[in-house]
């Protein structure tokens, strides 16, 4: 049984910095995909950033340039680096792996964004 536990939210200022950290634990595939996804109060979950195990990654167009995603392969964990961070931005992000044709989810943790 594969787990995420994700680490690192709290409250920062409109304009600021949070470091997000995941790590999977488990058997885990060496071929995989982990990213962080954010659910807003009433709105529907979207991706914000994902990165293969190869290194390649991919970003929502409104958190490009701010928002950076990395990986550690031999820890199993990914971290997002979130600057210049906006209001609207406050939400619950949650981890995400998918390995083979599983999918795993962290609970996720509540960034809150003050103006």
């Known amino acids: 049984q594969v787990q995420l536990v994700e680490s690192g939210g709290g409250l920062v200022q409109a304009g600021g910095s949070l470091r997000l950290s995941c790590v999977a634990s488990?058997?885990?595939?060496?071929?995989?995909?982990m990213g962080w996804y954010r659910q807003a109060p009433g709105k529907q979950r979207e991706l914000v950033a994902v990165i293969i195990s190869g290194g390649s990654t991919n970003y929502a167009d409104s958190v490009k340039g701010r928002f950076t995603i990395s990986r550690d392969n031999a820890r199993n964990t990914v971290d997002l680096q979130m600057n210049s961070q906006k209001p609207e931005e406050t939400a619950v992000y949650s981890c995400?792996?998918?390995?083979?044709?599983?999918?795993?989810w962290g609970k996720g943790t509540l960034v809150t964004v003050s103006s």
């Open positions: 488990g058997t885990i595939l060496s071929a995989n995909a």
């Open positions: 995400n792996l998918v390995d083979g044709y599983s999918e795993y």
